[in-house]
């Protein structure tokens, strides 16, 4: 990566994805020197790797794919012992999950993955997404299944309005359906009642899948090639994934950056953004023990979220209209227990296993080994994290780890998963702000970006600096963007246009 001269400075806030994104990008630019501040110890936000005693945990989950070439070619260019990047365009989407490269030393980093999920519900194993196939049918039952094709034939002739998220549902996949795999779940999911939640958050997460589109897709070839421009997200059967989990990928940037003349303070909080004439001047930010520095700064890039970014802006006003929106911005925390087993009761090759059953508080499993071999220190074992969808301060999120550990484990005893004498040990991870939800104050999100968008120096980038339910991707392209706009590539206002002109997201959160 070249350096350029450095005679100004860009603070960027958060060390995740579209943070170390935006610092790679504006060093391989030149001419502006990244001041990383990120209030947690280690890098990679959401994307981080967890290590426990040498077994890793991925928050989340995080399949490495896109419909973007210029994400595939950051990935490809930036990765350890890379041999070579992609070489053209056609080779981004032949046959080869990627072209160009020494498949030896690609190996040496990042794994080819096959995408297995599957629904558990009825007891019994589904294809996720639903396919129209025998097996789906012989798990529903002959009555169930009448019931979703006469739902389906009723709402393809009866179009409901589309006012909610439930009424978007509906029309998509009939009223039975909807009952069986979308309501309970979503509700797990958000804490709310799809018919609480707007249709909108459907038109952006899932607007290309329908009973139709997966009916259409079981007699489609699979598509194994990297770039996925026409290909559904929840359809992609095929990925890369860092063998010691996306936190590798992270902690190699943020190395990269570091070494290339960036400065990174970990563990230092914003606490105000001082403003002159309009434009954001310096950043003053906490660390360890009360510390204090003083960042002063010609650009800001905030992947912090919305209402921390406002109300610590210093020397101008904000309006309380828009205040009020950032302050009251609805958002899902999670949690994930993470479960070592001595091994299952049944061999389960998914990576992820949603859990439709209604008895149960856990809404989704990760079995890690299947991610990647090397995720685990023994390979006699099995690790499991065992995903809870919650609010900071409700009754999920401040059970004891001791408590939160009890739970995933009956709950893994009574799916049938694990033997009650096959735990070694556990660990919890509570992770705020983990999931942009868009109801309740998100209404207003426009008087927000209107008002963040007239600071001319300052770019919101990342799921939480544009409260945006992105993927790994898309944060990355908003910081693409952003550094675009610096130079005058693009306008700043494109940087919004990230996930909302495109119809893919990562895996089935509702």
Known sequence: MAIGSMDRVAVVVGAGPAGLTAAH????????????????????????????????????????????????????????????????????????????????????????RRRLSRIFFLRRF????????????????????????????????????EATLEDFYINRFGRPLYRLFFEEYTAKVWGKHPSELSAGWGSQRIKGISLYSLLCNAFKPRDCSLLQEGVETSLIESFLYPKLGPGQLWEHVADDVVNCGAEMLLGYKVTKINMTDGKVVSVICEGPEGVERVVCCDYLFSSMPLSGLLTSISGMEVPSAVLDVARNLPYRDFVTVGLLLKGLTAHIPDTWVYIQERDFKVGRLQFFNNWSPYMVADSNTVFIGMEYFCNEGDDLWNMSDSALSALAFDELLRIGFAGSDSLLWSNVIRMRKA????????????????????????YCIGRNGQHRYNNMDHSMLSAMRAVDALHGVCHKSSLWDVNTDMSYNEERIG
């Open 126 to 161: 589904f294809d996720y997404p639903i396919k129209v196939s025998l097996s789906t049918f012989r798990n529903l039952g002959l009555y169930r299944t009448f019931k979703v094709v006469c739902g389906y034939l009723v709402a393809r002739v009866c179009r409901r309005e």
């Open 435 to 458: 999931y942009p939800a868009y109801h309740g104050s998100y209404a207003g999100i426009d008087a927000v970006q209107g008002f963040v968008d007239g600071i001319s120096n300052l």
């Open 25 to 112: 990008e504006l060093l391989k630019r030149g001419g502006v020197h990244p001041v990383i501040i990120e209030a947690d110890t280690v890098v990679g936000g959401l994307s981080r790797t967890v290590n426990v005693n040498g077994n890793r945990m991925d928050i989340g989950g995080h399949r490495f794919f896109s419909k973007n070439r210029d994400v595939i070619r950051w990935w490809l260019n930036v990765l350890p012992l890379q041999s070579a990047p992609a070489k053209d365009e056609a080779s981004l989407g032949s046959d080869s999950p990627v072209s160009g490269c020494d498949p030896e030393l690609l190996d040496n980093v990042m794994l080819r």
